[in-house]
């Protein structure tokens, strides 16, 4: 954040904050004061001074919204054609009346600048995070909580959130009413608790959630809309030597106004924090609709919810059978809502727009479905049929390569590769998929071997950028890279033959989890890492968290929408993960399976020597580590990944450092170890 103003704004500031006209201080400004009080330790100015940020950014969005709105009816662009004169007046009025309502409602905003840095802090509910610390300070712990939860909505990955809201949840005085998202959007927030409800069979409480979800849909969606009705950026243009024409320039601006504006349903679907929106999620509202209606036998109300749905996914089997059932029962017709058929009218007036538009920008843009039916139905005989799951919006523009693990086809139960493995139980016995347990992977002289170069090779924090403790305060970890104790062992600091040992091992396990589930591609190390966890004494009493939290190893999860989100800071190129136990003398410490929501554990596996869990790192393997209570666990932790690209930059460098010595070659000097911090 850049402190720094020219003089003639700072005079012009304080003039116009000092005047009584100026309801509203520039909100980045009190951010500014507040991040400055809190690390002055002045707690309570900057709780003053960041709810005032807070407060005044949202009032300068509820303004623009208001003025949009009213100045676009008041001065209508649509009464003449573009070459009447009456037009360009619609235009120069609507914006003095944009203007002068936005300057009367929020006097200096409206001229004011905010930095994009602090917007994106805004976007990701920084200040919450200043806040949640300056309320504890101040012993408020009922506001810190509500300032934590609603931080840790947008910043799920947040470790130290996580581990600060478990402390909120313990404090006398504080209770779950406490824990409320302030920012929640109240389509999303409505949206959610109908799907609870629905989950636990309240049809009708869930159709009246869903109503009201629909009613702040299309409130939010003509917000959204309004606030794209502002100054647009044109990259790649000069304009002070612009030389297209009126109505070439005139078309830029609109163009990308409708580009804006048609985002809002992408938009309005992302939850906080995320990238990758729901998919099908205005029309998912109709399914759970059609299917609650006809579970409390309101036929009335289900068969245009059903009709509906089809507007948007046309020919949809399951659904076209549930309106011929409703018409059979009824029997009459019916007719889709009217709210949805006007939004989709003009969805598809944009999509035609834009089409034009694009091409007189030189931008390429693909008309797609924008609303893909993938996924989440339940499939069984009743009739009709309904929704039993979540759904992911992705726009077609937004569409990726699918994973090299969806492309192929999912298999399991090739060849173990060496006598001494025994498969104990596969995906069914495991209670999922792409999931195998097996044991004498290696012998209990190698497991010894291998235990006894970890206590002399691992560092506590190594693989984790530092951090002795990075998943729970209450243990200590201890790692270490197979090029590491390659380089420990030339140096004679660690037997040679223990460190090329942890490389042959490593080398194994990749051979059995490629043959196991008969993969077509060769899968490549992603990340290597010897690795103990050991319980530090005297923190061990009355403990409820987890060693290692329930995550997914390459996408974000997200319990509360039972998502997982493949985008960053996950690591989306792994593939197939893989730890083989070196030990069981320990307390605690089980490796779990669970369900999307972190809480239904679906299998559990207790570590022994050469035991081997292997399975894909989607969201369909959600796992953690329980709490070790007493003693060390020690094993070697794998990661995967079918993309040649990502490869380990460090196995590359085991793999000539093994060929050297495999050829008598001299030991190069100089090796870059870095380990990646593995979560």
């Not at 824990?179 to 109908?194: C, I, K, L, M």
């Not at 083989?580 to 410490?589: A, C, R, V």
Request: charged residues 25%.
């Amino acid at each position: 954040m850049d402190g720094s103003w020219p003089p003639v704004l700072m005079i012009l500031l304080s003039a116009q904050l000092s005047s009584s006209a100026a309801s509203l201080q520039p909100y980045d400004l009190l951010y500014e004061d507040a991040v400055r009080a809190f690390y002055s330790s002045d707690y309570e100015d900057a709780v003053r001074q960041m709810e005032g940020a807070l407060g005044s950014s949202a009032e300068v969005r509820r303004a623009k919204v208001r003025c949009r709105l009213r100045c676009q009816d008041q001065h209508p662009l649509d009464q003449a054609p573009f070459s009447d004169l009456r037009f360009f007046d619609a235009v120069l009025r609507r914006a003095a009346c944009m203007n002068g309502c936005i300057d009367e409602k929020v006097g200096i905003q409206s001229v004011h600048k905010v930095s994009e840095d602090v917007v994106q802090d805004f976007n990701r509910r920084i200040p919450y995070n200043y806040l949640q610390l300056a309320y504890q300070k101040l012993k408020q712990p009922e506001k810190a909580a509500a300032a934590a939860h609603t931080y840790f909505q947008a910043n799920p990955e947040h470790v130290e959130m996580d581990q600060d809201l478990e402390h909120y949840k313990d404090l006398q005085g504080v209770d779950e009413n406490h824990f409320v998202d302030r920012e929640a959007r109240p389509h999303q927030r409505s949206f959610t608790e109908a799907v609870k409800l629905y989950d636990r069979e309240d049809y009708e409480g869930a159709a009246t959630l869903f109503e009201e979800a629909l009613v702040e849909y299309f409130k939010a969606d003509v917000e959204c809309r309004a606030l794209c009705q502002g100054p647009q950026k044109f990259e790649g243009h000069d304009h002070l030597r612009y030389r297209y024409s009126l109505h070439e320039l005139v078309s830029d601006h609109f163009t990308q106004v409708l580009h804006c504006e048609h985002e809002c349903v992408r938009d309005l679907a992302t939850r906080p924090g995320r990238l990758s929106p729901m998919e099908n999620y205005l029309p998912l509202h109709y399914d759970y609709l059609q299917f609650a209606y006809f579970k409390v036998d309101r036929l009335e109300e289900a068969l245009p919810c059903a009709l509906t749905y089809i507007l948007f996914h046309e020919g949809e089997e399951f659904m076209t059978d549930n309106v011929e059932h409703y018409r059979e029962v009824l029997g009459h017709d019916g007719k889709p809502r009217e709210e949805a058929a006007r939004y989709l009218r003009r969805h598809k007036q944009e999509l035609e727009l834009l089409l034009i538009g694009s091409k007189i920008m030189g931008v390429e843009f693909t008309e797609g479905n924008y609303w893909s039916n993938t996924g989440g139905r339940d499939d069984s005989n009743r009739v009709p049929s309904g929704t039993d799951g979540w759904m992911e919006y992705v726009p077609i523009s937004e569409k990726k390569n699918v994973s090299a693990v969806v492309l192929q086809q999912l298999r399991e139960g090739g060849p173990l590769l060496y006598n001494s493995v025994q498969l104990v139980q596969n995906s069914v016995a495991l209670n999922g998929s792409q999931r195998v347990l097996l044991d004498r992977v290696i012998s209990e002289e190698e497991c010894s071997d291998l235990r006894n170069l970890a206590h002399t090779v691992t560092m506590a924090g190594d693989g984790y950028r530092g951090r002795t403790s990075p998943h729970t305060p209450n243990e200590k970890f201890e790692g270490a890279t197979v090029l590491k104790t390659l380089q420990y062992g030339y140096e004679g600091r660690v037997p040679l033959r223990s460190a090329r040992l942890f490389y042959d091992t490593s080398e194994r396990v990749r051979r059995i989890v490629e043959s196991y589930f008969m993969l077509n591609s060769t899968l490549h190390f992603s990340y290597t890492h010897l690795v103990c966890r050991t319980a530090i004494s005297g923190q061990q009493d009355h403990r409820n968290d987890l060693s290692h939290p329930i995550h997914a190893d390459n996408c974000l999860l997200d319990p509360d929408a039972h998502e997982c989100w493949k985008e960053p800071p996950a690591y989306t190129y792994r593939d197939y993960s893989a730890l083989l136990y070196l030990n069981g003398d320990f307390d605690g410490g089980e490796f779990i399976f669970t369900e999307m929501d972190a809480k239904t554990v679906t299998a559990a596996v207790k570590p022994k020597c050469g035991r081997l869990v292997g399975f894909s790192s989607g969201g369909e393997n959600p796992h953690g580590v329980k709490a070790v209570t007493s003693g060390q666990r020690c094993a070697v932790a794998l990661w995967f990944t079918l993309d040649p690209l990502y490869r380990e930059l460090e196995r590359l460098q085991a793999d000539e450092v093994i060929q050297a010595l495999d050829t008598q070659s001299v030991w190069g000097q100089g090796l870059n170890i870095n380990p990646k911090d593995e979560l």
